[in-house]
């Protein structure tokens, strides 16, 4: 069990950040393309306790990670869920696994999440269909710090999760509500040459 702590800030400039990542010691651990299931009873039991069973999927690496997060009393300034992780080495089986103990797939999204590491901080620069955000996970303090390293501290602050940032965003729009977002094949193809992706993104 794992205590997760993160922040997100939203709709900054990718191109802008990277080089000031890069001048204050921050490490490129490259990018990926997350495709995600989440799953819940029939009466939307694990939704309405805010506990959370997904089944991810790194697309093109055949790597799989089965995560629960269980609610946590966040604070104000940062987001905070107990994650209980474990790798499986089939996707496939898990989710079979979980359907015939009663779980269903209730909503998938995808994102293209880029991976830093500076000062003991995971900033993650996400790309979702609707929104980028960069996302930093740490302790609250080092949270904290980087994010005044980084000039991030004038960028929007949340700590709510994409789920709701995307009901949110829909309703911006007047759009009804949807559980799933995933990518167009028009930013399939344009962030699959923007990060050097594979062909399986």
């Known amino acids: ?14 191109n802008a950040l990277r080089p000031v990542l890069e001048s204050r010691g921050g490490r490129c651990l490259g990018a990926h393309f997350e495709r995600n299931a989440l799953f819940d009873t029939c009466d939307a039991g694990l939704f ?4 959370l069973l997904r089944l991810r999927e790194w697309v093109g690496e055949r790597r799989y ?17 107990d994650e209980r992780e474990v790798e499986v080495a089939d996707g496939e089986s898990v989710s079979a696994i979980l359907e015939g103990l009663g779980y269903a797939i209730v909503a998938r999204y995808e994102k293209i999440r880029e991976i830093w590491r500076l000062d ?4 993650c620069l996400d790309v ?6 960069v996302e930093l996970e740490g302790e609250p303090v080092g949270i904290s710090r980087v994010a ?18 995307h009901q949110q965003w829909r309703r911006q729009h007047n759009m009804p509500p949807e559980p799933s977002f995933v990518f ?11 990060l050097s992706l594979g062909r399986e993104v």
């Open 128 to 133: 979702l269909p609707f929104m980028t955000a």
């Open 48 to 51: 309405a306790s805010k506990r």
């Open 148 to 165: 005044d390293l980084l000039g991030l501290s004038k960028a929007t602050a949340s700590v709510k999760n994409y789920h709701d940032l």
């Open 65 to 81: 990670l089965l995560t629960l997060k269980l609610p946590r009393d966040s604070r104000e300034d940062f987001k905070v869920c």
């Open 120 to 123: 003991g901080v995971d900033i």
């Open 184 to 194: 167009s094949e028009e930013q399939r193809c344009f962030w699959r040459k923007e």
């Open 1 to 14: 069990m794992t205590l997760e702590i993160e922040r997100k800030y939203l709709n900054v400039d990718f």
